[in-house]
């Protein structure tokens, strides 16, 4: 009996494409009696042809022309991995024009031009699939999208960046400052050269538009999502956290409310209680809340070689039982509502904040009140540091309008007795 | 337009049954866009008719008769959440050969049969699908079949059983014992009028050997599995497990090793730090690590009304988006390997155990040569109490084969000095 082949094209060899090389060539003896076929990487895309060579054993599939792939009609199937928007996003549209299937870990595509991709991938009846987009190695996009739509799902959290995770689990477990855990996570090659995207939240975000949008049936594109990232995050404020029976940790929080959509990514406190609360150094997870599932949580590998592999092999494996039973297309964009996007200022959130005050009688209710005036009740207030002149107070409010409090903050910050309000970072959940 | 409708019927209404009906109709309004069509409940089959009519709105839907469910061919998907073997069984291989597809939430079955099951469902191209069997709400099933497929999975560890669960953790947290905490978790609904099957681990062995048949390609039943339960733990041996930094937790663990497959269920010390200790209550997790994703974890309501019916309507809503795309089938049974399944006293665990013994010099000498004598070897041993004639150590052996531990264990009984061997508990996972 002849073997059963798919062909499959990778684009990119960096750090995740040699992960998705090697899981295959882990997986190739087995392939046929677990999927019914072997998936063999006919071509890989690469811009330095010599440095590729090194990388595998077959340096022949190595080309650095991507028309060589496209016109390739036995190649089903391509594999994204080069990142960025520009060329991923026109290979791709041009892929799936060509009647290929797709697999994808390019979270910055997807949060921003998933749509359009999903609907050209509909349109000539291809798979679009992107588990390693979000959370890496960790199942959630197909549990989303299969295994809860039975739900109406009402909340997205997710601890979904490695790099800021180890980097508040250094500034929590040993007391580091913010500059010196990331250096840190440099030196161990968690974060990048340039970090920003990621301590300010922007791949965050990205992840959170993605589960968002396919949570709520609803586009939620990157440029939805407020983001505040965790560069202001001091020791401090995670020792008086602590004291509070709270860690911090970078949240992105998606909401479906009766008056729409709430996405943001920013460092809030988390109960100790809370799962989350456990998720430390570079692991990843999300937390889910739904009508019919009640609390569930995905935990794992949010990066990495092979982690990242693992998603992506589980996506071209599905796209291969898919072309043997001739069903690609099934599962396709979910989003058929239009819910509106909160603005960050409708949102309610809990606050805690660190103000230097003046150590003078009256100052607690010349606070208090105009904390009132713009309904923002406080739900804890507590003196941590008399010094000679100035006190440091620390304020959990309860549930307030952001705008109201905002409003409120403009007020106290050029109240005579305040010297400076030193930290403003949001409460996750509910008061106890 | 007119309305695409896919016809199902469910198969008892009791809780599980109850949770479906609701779910469904919770989510009627969008099923049509959300997976291209509606999936209406055409039959119910329960055994007392008057007592169903009063829990749903169209009584005119029940019966008490399987033959009309089978034979009418408009009824494409079976849910059976009948439980038990029969009639179960001989109704699912009867709508499995007449061509419909079966969602079953039934461990007992498929744990015992599921290999049969899924066959007849190839032959007859259909879709046999039952996420709700293992951990509830959780989805597992789909990830270990789909998402995690390119990973060699080397181990699952699960806390499948939430009644267990619920009663260590009262005992943990409010040092109950036992009895007490059984007494109360029936109280509250979380134990049934005859626990045995949950306090015994037959329940969570049931959904192991699900697990480990997916997850290592290869048939496990539930008679393949070593049970021991919950009923001998007491809030003494939860207080010295916490002296050494841990919990205790009934796992099933599943293992695929070089000599064959490990499965099990027991009680067992997990350290604190591993995400499995802070699963409390009635929640349920699974631990899954291979050779790609590295560790994962999924977590969330492992039993319930409504987590449970979230995971047959999520199966229940691929069926219909197979149906669509005439792919029923595409996932099939993937036990293409024959491993055999090591008998539990070849394998190697760490044992935690207190012993009272007479407190007389050369005691501790002549229990650590027994040990010896065995290829035990002491990891750690603490001496707690002193008593006028006796004393109670705690000792904590190194990973050792367990047929060598059971042997050293029947002459340290026998010998003089020891009074009474009065807890073996088995620690999980490697010496820090």
Redesign the interface.
């Known amino acids: 009996m002849s073997k059963k082949v798919i062909n499959a094209a990778l684009l990119g060899l960096g750090t995740v494409g040699t ?1 998705v090389y090697k ?2 060539k ?2 190739e003896a ?1 392939m046929e ?3 019914g076929a072997t998936v063999k990487l006919k071509k890989i895309l690469v811009r330095n042809l010599k440095k590729a060579a090194a990388k595998i054993a077959e340096p022949e599939i190595l080309t650095n022309n991507w028309k060589e792939i496209l016109e390739d009609e036995s190649i089903d199937i391509v594999i994204e991995v080069m990142g960025g928007i520009e060329p991923a996003k026109t290979y791709i549209m041009e892929a799936l024009k060509a009647g290929k299937n797709v697999v994808t870990a390019n979270k910055d595509l997807v949060a921003s031009h998933g749509g359009e991709l999903l609907d050209c991938a509909a349109a000539n009846q291809c798979d679009f699939l992107f ?1 390693a987009a979000v959370a890496g ?3 959630i996009i ?2 989303l999208k ?7 799902l009402s909340e997205i959290v997710g601890i979904v960046n490695g790099t800021t995770n180890f980097i508040l689990t250094k500034m929590t477990q040993e007391n580091m400052e913010f500059a010196d855990a990331l250096a840190l996570a440099t030196k161990l090659g968690y974060a990048e050269a340039d970090p920003t995207a990621d301590i300010q939240g922007y791949d965050a975000g990205r992840k959170m538009a993605i589960m968002a949008s396919i949570a709520f ?1 609803s586009r939620v594109t990157f440029e939805n999502v407020a983001t505040e990232g965790i560069t202001r995050i001091s020791s401090k404020d995670i020792r008086y956290a602590r004291d509070l029976g709270c860690v911090i940790k970078l949240l992105g929080v998606a909401r479906n409310t009766d008056t729409g959509i709430e996405v943001s990514v920013q460092p809030m406190l988390v109960s100790e209680k809370h ?1 989350l609360a ?1 998720v430390n150094d570079s692991f990843n997870a999300v937390f889910v809340h ?12 949010g990066a ?1 070689e ?2 990242t ?6 996506d ?3 796209i291969v ?2 072309i ?4 690609t ?3 396709r964009c ?1 989003c ?1 509502k239009t819910l509106p996007i909160k603005n960050q200022e409708d949102i309610e959130s809990r606050f805690f904040m660190r103000i230097h005050a003046s150590d003078t009688p009256g100052v607690l209710a010349a606070i208090a009140s105009v904390l009132g005036k713009y309904e923002v009740s406080i739900a804890q207030m507590i003196q941590k540091h008399k010094h000679e002149e100035w006190a440091e107070l620390v304020i959990v409010t309860s549930r307030v309008k952001e705008g109201n409090f905002h409003d409120a903050l403009l007020v106290l910050e050029k109240m005579e007795v305040v010297q400076k309000i030193s930290s403003v970072i949001r409460v996750y959940g509910e008061e106890e």
């Open positions: 992960g899981v295959l882990n997986q087995e009696k677990k999927i588990e190695g960790i199942p197909r549990p299969q295994c809860l739509t039975g739900n109406h049936n799962p456990s739904g009508d019919a599932v009640d609390d569930a949580m995905f935990y794992g590998r990495g092979l982690p592999a693992s998603a992506i092999v589980g071209v494996f599905d039982r898919d043997l039973f001739s069903c297309g099934r599962i979910t058929y």
